[in-house]
T-cell receptor, first 116, second 112 residues
Framework: NAGVMQNPRHLVRRRGQEARLRCSPM?????VYWYRQLPEEGLKFMVY????????ESGMPKERFSAEFPKEGPSILRIQQVVRGDSAAYFC??????????????FGPGTRLTVT | TQLLEQSPQFLSIQEGENLTVYCNSS?????LQWYRQEPGEGPVLLVT?????EVKKLKRLTFQFGDARKDSSLHITAAQPGDTGLYLC????????????FGQGTILTVHP
C-alpha cells in the first residue's frame, strides 16, 4: 500500500516566483491536511481539505497562500510571490473519513522549499 | 488557542537507560497521537490514545493518556541508539476538529 506521496521533495524558487506543492493521499483517504515546519519551530497546521471543499483554513496566511483538493488528482498547496520567510518544510497528511474515535493522520515525506 | 507543552526539549542519555517525555495542555483533546520524525523525513505515527487513562505498549515504548485527556507521556525502557530521533506529540479534537496541534518536540539522543 502506497503511503502519502508528495512532490517535489525539494523545490528552489527565487523571490517573487510561484511554488506549487503536490500531495497524493493514501489510498482510500479523502481528507488532506497541510502543515508547515519552519526551522527551529514545530509543525503548524495550515489547512484541512476534503474533496472539493476547504474544511478549515485557519492556519493559512491570508495572502499569497491557497490550497485545493479537486475531485480528481492530488491536493495542491500554492504559494504566490514567494518570500524568504516561506522557506520551510511543508508536510501533507491524510486520514480516513472522520467519525467517531481517532482520526489518525499519516504524513508524507514533505517538500523542502528554499527561497533564494 | 490550544497549546501542547512538550518536555524536555532535549534528552541525551546512555544506552540502557530509561526515559520519559511529557506532553501537557490546559485543553481537552479527543485523541492524542505520538510521532517520530527522522531528519529529512515526515513524522511517522507511533500510536494513538483515545480514552482517558488509556495505556498502550509498543515493545519498549509505553504511552499513557491522562484521565482528563489533557496530558500524555511516552516512556522508553532500556533505550537503544536506534531510538534516537525527534519525538512529537499531537492533540486532535476539542475545539480544533480535524487539525492536529503539535508539541515542540523532544530530540532524543541515545549514546552507545
Amino acid at each position: 500500500n502506497a503511503g502519502v506521496m508528495q512532490n517535489p521533495r525539494h523545490l528552489v524558487r527565487r523571490r517573487g516566483q510561484e511554488a506549487r506543492l503536490r500531495c497524493s493521499p493514501m489510498k482510500g483517504h479523502s481528507h488532506v491536511y497541510w502543515y508547515r515546519q519552519l526551522p527551529e519551530e514545530g509543525l503548524k497546521f495550515m489547512v484541512y481539505l476534503q474533496k472539493e471543499n476547504i474544511i478549515d483554513e485557519s492556519g493559512m496566511p491570508k495572502e499569497r497562500f491557497s490550497a485545493e483538493f479537486p475531485k480528481e488528482g492530488p491536493s495542491i498547496l500554492r504559494i504566490q510571490q514567494v518570500v524568504r520567510g516561506d522557506s520551510a518544510a511543508y508536510f501533507c497528511a491524510s486520514s480516513l473519513l472522520p467519525g467517531q474515535g481517532a482520526r489518525e493522520q499519516y504524513f508524507g515525506p514533505g517538500t523542502r522549499l528554499t527561497v533564494t | 488557542t490550544q497549546l501542547l507543552e512538550q518536555s524536555p526539549q532535549f534528552l541525551s542519555i546512555q544506552e540502557g537507560e530509561n526515559l520519559t517525555v511529557y506532553c501537557n495542555s490546559s485543553s481537552v483533546f479527543s485523541s492524542l497521537q505520538w510521532y517520530r520524525q527522522e531528519p529529512g523525513e515526515g513524522p511517522v505515527l507511533l500510536v494513538t490514545v483515545v480514552t482517558g487513562g488509556e495505556v498502550k505498549k509498543l515493545k519498549r515504548l509505553t504511552f499513557q493518556f491522562g484521565d482528563a485527556r489533557k496530558d500524555s507521556s511516552l516512556h522508553i525502557t532500556a533505550a537503544q541508539p536506534g531510538d534516537t530521533g525527534l519525538y512529537l506529540c499531537a492533540g486532535e479534537g476539542g475545539t480544533s476538529y480535524g487539525k492536529l496541534t503539535f508539541g515542540q518536540g523532544t530530540i532524543l539522543t541515545v549514546h552507545p
